[in-house]
């Protein structure tokens, strides 16, 4: 199947400071891209759903300004999590569609202290 | 929110056919039944789709009623590494590719020794 990658795999940041998670489709390309969030023992939660060249369509409750995602090609996106907490500690999972298909990363822990 | 119901929890020996069942009584006519799993720590992993007929691959096989209000994911033989959280997502067919996958809360799998 098709290969979706992150980086980093894991990341540990201190309050205040910003994160950016990156995510590839490594042999295909995608048009959309979507960014999940999961808490321990939670199912995924879906934060926004990009398209390449255009704004990001964030889900209700999900701060457009503290989530910045960029889809600048149609390969990549990303995440910056500004000015994180501790409480924005979390499992991000980007995705990709491509082949008419939806393809997931490995995932990102972010753990704020 | 999920359009889908699904056992918190099940158990399976090893070696036996693990039944996963789902519900998904308001599914629209246009809608896909999607089985996704997701292994501890991991993203999720694709397994199977369908519309109305049963489907297999080397994965698992689906069988969806014939008033496609329910379905079965079937793992004919479990192992060890089938324990997981599998998610049964309905989805319409979208060629522009910006539908989204809602997750539900999942069954977790666990297959015994």
């Known amino acids: 199947g098709a290969v979706v990658s992150q980086h980093p795999s894991w990341v540990i940041c201190k309050s205040g400071t910003s994160v950016k998670i990156e995510c590839r489709s490594l042999d295909f390309q995608a048009t959309t891209m979507f960014w999940y969030r999961q808490f321990p023992k939670q199912s995924l939660m879906l934060m926004a759903t990009s398209n390449e060249g255009s704004k990001a369509t964030y889900e209700q409750g999900v701060e457009k300004d503290k989530f910045l995602i960029n889809h600048a090609s149609l390969t990549l996106s990303t995440l910056t999590v500004t000015s994180a907490h501790p409480e924005d500690s979390s499992f991000y999972i980007c995705?990709?569609?491509?082949?008419?298909?939806?393809?997931f990363g490995p995932g990102t822990r972010l753990t704020v202290t | 929110d999920a359009k889908t119901t699904q056992p918190p929890s099940m158990d399976c020996a090893e070696g036996r056919a693990a039944n996963l069942p789902c519900n998904h009584s308001?599914?629209?006519?246009?809608?896909?039944v999607y089985w996704y799993r997701q292994i501890h720590s991991q993203g999720p992993q694709y397994i199977i789709h369908?519309?109305?007929n049963n489907e297999t691959n080397e994965m698992a096989s689906l069988i969806i009623t014939e008033d496609r209000k329910s379905s079965t994911l079937i793992l004919p033989h479990a192992t060890l590494r089938d324990t997981a959280v599998y998610y049964c997502?309905?989805?319409?067919?979208?060629?522009?590719?910006?539908?989204?996958?809602?997750f539900g809360k999942g069954t977790k799998l666990t297959v015994n020794p």
């Open positions: 995705s990709a569609r491509g082949n008419d298909e939806q393809y």
């Open positions: 369908g519309l109305k």
């Open positions: 997502i309905v989805r319409a067919a979208d060629p522009g590719g910006s539908e989204k996958l809602v």
């Open positions: 308001t599914i629209s006519g246009n809608e896909y």
